[in-house]
């Protein structure tokens, strides 16, 4: 039983960054895997990244790798998406999801069964 709510989404030029921020309600957020998900004009919502509740494992799209650094502050209830050298490529909705079960498919939309409303992030050239 969580809740969701996105920030840190803007205009950006390109090679800039940005850090999207995730904060979560419920006290049993330190036990779910997070992930960061995205969704262009008429594309499907693709992974970005994810982090498991044992902190210091990640998984990366390979589009981001070395660019963009998901990170979480459990005494905060919040995670993170540090986001650099963007292109207007990124540009899309990012949104932040939960995994209560913890499952191993951290790439997978449906693994997630806590969304939130997602943040706009535009990239100009």
């Known amino acids: 039983q969580v809740q969701l709510v996105e920030s840190g989404g803007g205009l950006v030029q390109a090679g800039g960054s940005l850090r999207l921020s995730c904060t979560a309600s419920g006290h049993t957020f330190s036990s779910y895997n997070m992930g960061w998900f995205r969704q262009a004009p008429g594309k499907e919502r693709e992974f970005v990244a994810a982090i498991s509740w044992s902190i210091g494992f990640t998984r990366y799209a390979d589009s981001v790798k070395g660019r963009f650094t998901i990170s979480r502050d459990n005494t905060k209830n919040t995670v993170y998406l540090q986001m650099n050298s963007l292109s207007p490529d990124d540009t899309a909705v990012y949104y932040c999801?939960?995994?209560?079960?913890?499952?191993?498919?951290?790439?997978?939309?449906?693994?997630?069964?806590?969304w939130g409303q997602g943040t706009q992030v535009t990239v100009s050239s």
């Open positions: 999801a939960a995994d209560s079960s913890r499952g191993p498919a951290l790439r997978t939309t449906s693994t997630y069964n806590y």
